[in-house]
């Protein structure tokens, strides 16, 4: 959005688009193959050294991102409502959270995020309703942005994917679908579901605050939230509701990754105890939380695994799409999978 | 898995929390009043922040800054000690300098045994000399610190900001409250625009838009009259309007509700009708002509005659001839506003975000920075068309 300037909404769109080619790419792999998980082809496609060495990129990955992605819901934590509280404690409250819920099974899994959409989602509704009155349409034109240059644009768009990156677990639970021929719609409406709300909510805000003020803070949409003056004067204050759905919301994120991470290394080392493993990935996620130093070096950090790592991983299934098709690689019969576990 | 849920109870139960804070212990900041400190008021700046003389960078921001604090639990609240005591016993007014604004709250700190807290600041006054030297470095403080509401007020008073903190109204426990509400009932009554912290940050920091703030005056030492507006020019302020110019402003803006009155006469009639507008709505159109700027506001308000004087002859002949009459007199004191924002180069209706929103491709080669869309707007065309039509003339038929 920095980049971008009112070219913003635009960004989004094209950034949601990039992000869906990399998701149509991980569903057509995934049914190709629909009783193996990313680590699972991975193997068969690549070879298994090389396939495996790139697992466990993936799951590194992840892992990092686990952990910056904690930091940065300490941080608001902090920096808006908890000054005193040690970052140490937001931070491992969290991930008990996620511990505790990752080594469940898959449904498990499904229905916890069931569960907190509509909570995560109507306070957002809420406060974008009331915000309307002081929407200026002057800070939406124009549509390309003052200036336009296509560097600084693209750098805008390709921020996107990475706030929806949680549509990547659908790398882990084709297998565990019903029908995973289906995928291909459920995933579409669901990333088309989720894109929406994040066009509508960066539309929104920068229409409220206009790029200039946006730049200057951290957290536009908190702030969006603290402007809000619900008529009737009901409540005063309706961030600590944005900021509750906004725990929810990271909540989710955080469990989807964490459970890319978790799965994927008992896939990887075929060691089947969930539980030892989501606890023992804790504390490491842990000490990637707490490793920046402030709140400036966990963005540059965040940024560069978001350039270095979500977007070459967009374009990784293609890569294996087309190595499969060159390979004539299909979905192994069935006794041979059973070996294979 | 008792002994589990046990220990988990101890955790959960016995632990405490890292910012509690009861209620007592706060001291709430309802009110704060920054003015220019003189060297006299700096004599007796403590040195909590810095030893004396040790400030780093220019020293030329120094602050007087005043606070009107509740401490609830500590000042009696409620409806008690009869006698017209008036609301100055139940908060407390404190005064202290510093450099800075945060430095000027350190030193208040320092002053007091509870915490101070912002969450329930309700309004900001600078005084003119302060809004006139730039407004800048005051609100950083209050745009990095969480507590503090975007829905606050900021106020400018004409001499002393200090002096409507001290007002103390004898009707509301808490004269901060009450200053407060009587901004936000102006809102409701079409009298101010919803001109609040948050929208004039946004105001203040947007490329072609300049921002207002409401302007008060301190009357008979308990209440405020809402003494028109000041405007800015980038960050500093540069003048001010007068509240029948408001209602102006609000119209071109198309801002509901309406609630000015105009005094109206008809040339060989010595009647006077006050019409008030009761709706408006407004089309703002900016084109670029002939490689300039122009825009043209269409303004429509819809409005009642609430009184006649020194005359009695409404029927719908003279109702015409009031419509013309009072859009003429509004027209030509629009334009004089009109004028006299341009001399100024205040760009208070964001002309120029709106040249910016629609013809991008002029504003990137033409005009790039607010400095260089000041001087075009300076000597921009702008047309005004104030058409008002009354719609009814309340319960007299004549």
């Known amino acids: 959005m920095n980049y971008a300037g009112t070219g ?24 190709r193959f629909p009783t193996k998980t990313i680590i699972g082809y991975n193997e068969i496609i690549l070879g298994k050294p090389i396939g495996r060495i790139m697992s466990l990129f993936i799951i590194l990955l992840f892992l990092v991102l686990v952990g910056l992605e904690t930091r940065q819901y300490a941080e608001a934590i902090q920096g808006s409502i908890l000054n005193n509280t040690p970052i140490h404690l937001a931070i491992v409250v969290m991930l008990l959270l996620c511990v505790t819920t990752t080594y469940q099974n898959v449904s498990t899994f499904a229905y916890i995020h069931f569960f907190y959409v509509p909570l995560i989602l109507i306070p957002i509704v809420v406060i974008l309703v009331f915000a309307f009155r002081d929407v200026e349409m002057y800070h939406l034109a124009p549509f390309l942005g003052n200036e336009p240059n296509f560097k600084d644009f693209m750098k805008g768009a390709l921020v996107v994917p990475m706030a929806i990156a949680n549509f990547l677990v659908i790398a882990m639970v084709i297998p565990f679908m019903k029908n995973p021929m289906k995928s291909m719609k459920g995933a579409s409406w669901g990333y088309g579901f989720g894109a929406l709300i994040l066009l509508v909510v960066i539309t929104m805000t920068i229409a409220v605050f206009g790029v200039e003020e946006i730049m200057q803070m951290f957290w536009p949409t908190l702030i969006l939230g603290r402007m809000i003056q619900v008529p009737a004067e009901i409540l005063s204050r309706i961030d600590a509701i944005l900021l509750i759905s906004y725990i929810y919301g990271v909540f989710t994120t955080l469990l989807s990754y964490y459970f890319i991470v978790v799965r994927g290394i008992c896939e990887l080392f075929r060691f089947h105890n969930y539980r030892i493993v989501s606890i023992l990935a804790a504390p490491i996620i842990f000490l990637v939380a707490i490793f920046p130093e402030d709140i400036f070096t966990m963005y540059k950090y965040l940024l560069a695994v978001t350039k270095y790592g979500m977007l070459p991983l967009l374009l990784y299934p293609f890569i294996l799409l087309s190595i499969a098709s060159i390979r004539g690689l299909k979905r192994l019969p069935e006794s041979e999978e059973n070996n294979s576990l | 898995m008792k002994r589990r849920l046990f220990v988990l109870g101890i955790i959960v139960f016995l632990s405490g929390c890292w910012d509690r804070y009861e209620l007592e212990e706060r001291a709430n900041i309802l009110g704060i009043a920054i003015d220019i400190a ?20 220019q020293d030329d921001n120094l602050i007087k800054l005043t606070a009107q604090i509740s401490l609830p639990g500590k000042i009696k609240l409620g409806p008690e000690g009869g006698g017209g005591e008036g609301s100055e016993k139940n908060s407390w007014v404190l005064e202290t300098v510093g450099h800075s604004v945060k430095d000027a709250i350190t030193n208040l700190q320092q002053q007091l045994a509870e915490k101070l807290y912002l969450g329930h600041l309700q309004i900001i006054v600078i005084s003119e000399d302060v809004a006139e030297n730039g407004i800048e470095e005051i609100n950083d403080y209050f745009r990095r610190n969480p507590e503090v509401r975007r ?43 919803r001109e609040y912290l948050g929208m004039f940050w946004i105001d203040l920091s947007d490329p072609g838009v300049d921002a207002t703030l409401p302007r008060v005056q301190v009357i008979n030492n308990d209440r405020i009259l809402i003494d028109g507006m000041a405007y800015f020019k980038g960050n500093k302020m540069i003048n001010k309007f007068s509240p029948i110019e408001i209602g102006i402003y609000m119209a071109i803006k198309g801002m509901n509700p309406a609630g000015y009155s105009v005094p109206v006469s008809l040339p060989n009639d010595e009647g006077v009708y006050m019409v008030k507008a009761v709706g408006r709505d407004s089309k703002i159109k900016s084109i670029i002509e002939n490689g300039k700027p122009k825009t043209t506001f269409e303004v429509n308000v819809d409005a009642m005659i609430e009184e006649e004087i020194e005359s009695n002859q409404l029927d719908l002949s003279s109702i015409q001839a009031i419509e013309d009459a009072a859009s003429k007199r509004v027209n030509e004191m629009a334009d004089r506003f009109i004028k006299q924002l341009q001399e100024d180069q205040s760009d208070i209706f964001g002309l120029g975000a709106r040249i910016r929103a629609k013809y991008p491709n002029y504003w990137d080669e033409q005009v790039q920075s607010d400095e260089k869309w000041a001087d075009i707007y300076q000597d921009m065309n702008i047309q005004i068309d104030y058409n008002i039509s009354i719609r009814r003339t309340g319960m007299e038929w004549k």
């Open chain 2, 151 to 193: 829905t606050a007020w900021m106020i400018v008073n004409k001499n002393d900001a200090k002096k409507v903190l001290e007002a103390a109204p004898p009707v509301e426990n808490v004269p901060s409250l009450y200053l407060s509400d009587t901004l936000d009932n102006a809102v409701r009554f079409g009298k101010l625009p």
């Open chain 2, 38 to 57: 003189t060297e006299e008021d700096m004599g007796e700046e403590p040195e909590v922040t810095h030893q004396k003389g040790d400030f780093p960078g």
């Open chain 1, 8 to 31: 913003g909404p635009f960004a989004t769109i094209v950034g949601i688009l990039i992000g869906f080619i990399g998701l149509v790419g991980l569903v057509l792999v995934g049914k």
